[in-house]
């Protein structure tokens, strides 16, 4: 995850201490919003994606986990997933994101939540926000979730609800955003980079600034679960969007307009946002690329500070992984698997500079991305190790000496 709005505009929020390792100078946010300072991004426990049901209400065209709305057997029990919380706790996980499918349809989910701020974890709810009305918002809010994201796929709704597979799944999704800003719920949305979207770029962020949205995810695409079908953005395309991205994050800035943006699963933006700087002249790039080195990029990623648990209780190294497991929590403590190095992926995953190949093996920038997603290089090659086919940096751009 690259916090664009940190690193260009020098806004700092919440997340910036785990993220860069740095303490919050100008914000004071309330104590279930803090992430605690690491002493280094390698120490850092793993944020846990737990996708807590398979079922979902909608059925997105670039779903990883190829969810619909049916009931899936053997998923974790309430007391099974409360088990899970406290072996979270015990291992002091920086943050506990509760996801899906759509994690609303389950039944216990505030039960489980509930649960989990009771053992002081930071709590995060990944969501279509359909299922938001304003009773849902307000024990949210009650509950101290740290965070609501909403996907989005489009500023229009009829691009949306395609993608979703209902219509009018747009009006509900935005009204349960609406419903969270009402009751005071931090929440932002979190919208997929696809040739639909980076094609009204600016059309996003109109929208973003005209329905007062103060955070906004831009994920870019794995070809995982059904978005394997999905065509990927060529280079051209990403470069595009990220130019228009940071411009737009640069005018909120310069406007005065508090808004997070942040782009995800491409660690290559680090460099590429580094390379904008020092072209710009920008006087804070030699600082941003020492918050980028800490932070490491994919190095400290998928398999170290980025962890699965799917509804099975199956551990994964991150939610595009679903294809390996390293064991399940009905079984071992989480803990006890995350730890355990006996299997070579997992070992190569938390010391993966050597093993990285081809450009990522040789690129200047190899410290601060870190070979960027491993599970959208072994998707679309086979090879875990291979270079990631998403990096968008030049030959020039990645050659020379390492930074």
């Known amino acids: 995850m690259i916090d664009i709005s940190v690193l260009y505009c020098g806004l700092e929020t919440p997340s910036t201490p785990h993220r ?74 920086p943050a506990l994101l509760l996801s899906g499918g759509e994690p609303l349809v389950r039944p216990d989910i505030f039960e489980l939540a509930e649960y989990a701020r009771s053992q002081k974890l930071h709590v995060v709810l990944s969501t279509n926000g359909t299922l938001i009305d304003r009773a849902t918002a307000q024990r949210l809010k009650d509950l101290q979730f740290a965070y ?9 709704a009829k691009v949306h609800d395609e993608f979703r ?52 995810c831009f994920y870019h695409l794995c070809p995982a679960g059904r978005g394997v079908d999905l065509n990927a953005m060529d280079h051209e395309t990403s ?100 730890q355990d190095t006996s299997d070579p992926i997992m070992a190569g995953l938390k010391d993966r500079l050597p093993k990285l190949e081809g450009r990522c093996a040789n690129c200047r920038f190899k410290n601060v991305c870190g070979g960027s997603l491993r599970a959208r290089a072994e998707i679309s090659t086979g090879n875990p190790w291979a270079a990631d086919p998403g990096c968008y940096l030049t030959d020039e751009e990645i050659a020379g000496e390492p930074v």
């Open 165 to 216: 597979g209902m219509q009018g799944a747009f009006n509900r999704t935005m009204k349960g955003f609406k419903h969270c800003v009402d009751v005071g719920q931090k929440v932002g949305l979190r919208l997929t980079l696809t040739r639909h979207t980076c094609d009204d770029l600016d059309g996003i962020f109109d929208f973003i600034d005209r329905e007062g949205i103060n955070r906004a």
């Open 239 to 338: 470069r595009n969007a990220m130019d228009t991205i940071f411009r737009r994050t640069r005018q909120f800035h310069d406007e005065g307009k508090r808004v997070e943006i942040l782009t995800v699963d491409n660690h290559c933006d680090g460099p590429y946002l580094y390379l904008k700087m020092k072209e710009e002249g920008h006087p804070r790039a030699d600082q941003v690329l020492d918050m980028l080195k800490w932070n490491g990029g994919a190095r400290y990623s998928s398999g170290v500070g980025i962890a699965d648990i799917d509804f099975f209780g199956n551990v994964h190294a991150d939610q595009f992984s679903m294809y390996r497991k390293f064991g399940n929590v009905t079984q071992r403590p989480f803990s006890e698997i995350w």
């Open 20 to 93: 860069y390792g740095r303490a919050i100078t100008q914000i004071d946010p309330p104590e279930h919003q803090r992430m605690k300072v690491a002493r280094s991004a390698a120490e850092r426990r793993p944020i846990v994606v737990w996708n807590t049901t398979r079922t979902c209400n909608l059925k997105c065209v670039h779903c990883y986990t190829e969810s619909e709305a049916i009931k899936y057997p053997d998923e974790l029990t309430t007391a099974q997933g409360k088990a899970l919380i406290d072996d979270l706790a015990r291992f002091k996980v």
């Open 148 to 156: 609501v994201g909403i996907s989005l796929d489009s500023a229009h």
